[in-house]
């Protein structure tokens, strides 16, 4: 079993920064792609960014493309989520995941996530206007 420990929401106004960090308690073939979703009140799922760790290929939706930025320190085991240029309508609870590779290609990055199995417990994000 894999533990997922996101940190580093909060409030801020619109325009500015946060950086989202995952720690994961360790790596193994069902942790090849990690990501981030968000659910905001009233709403589904839905994926922001992940990354394929072993050849470090990323994606994005596309209303955070050019805003938000994923990476991930190996020898920390550790997914980050670098967010500028916030908005209102990026106020909600951020949830990591972890899946196999084949996550990231799948149709669920873009929705609920289902094909990943870990997820942490969420932090939340709020941007006033």
């Known amino acids: 079993q894999v533990q997922m420990v996101e940190s580093g929401g909060g409030s801020v106004q619109a325009g500015g920064s946060l950086r989202l960090s995952c720690v994961a308690s360790?790596?193994?073939?069902?942790?090849?792609?990690m990501g981030w979703f968000r659910q905001a009140p009233g709403k589904g799922r839905e994926g922001v960014a992940h990354i394929a760790t072993i050849s470090s290929t990323t994606f994005y939706a596309d209303s955070v493309k050019g805003r938000f930025t994923i990476s991930r320190d190996g020898a920390k085991n550790t997914l980050y989520l670098q967010m500028n240029s916030l908005k209102p309508e990026d106020s909600a609870m951020y949830y990591c995941?972890?899946?196999?590779?084949?996550?990231?290609?799948?149709?669920?990055?873009?929705?609920?996530?289902?094909?990943?199995?870990?997820w942490g417990q969420g932090t939340q994000v709020t941007v006033s206007s």
């Open positions: 995941a972890a899946g196999p590779l084949t996550a990231c290609y799948s149709d669920s990055v873009r929705s609920g996530g289902s094909d990943f199995g870990y």
């Open positions: 360790a790596v193994n073939y069902f942790t090849r792609c």
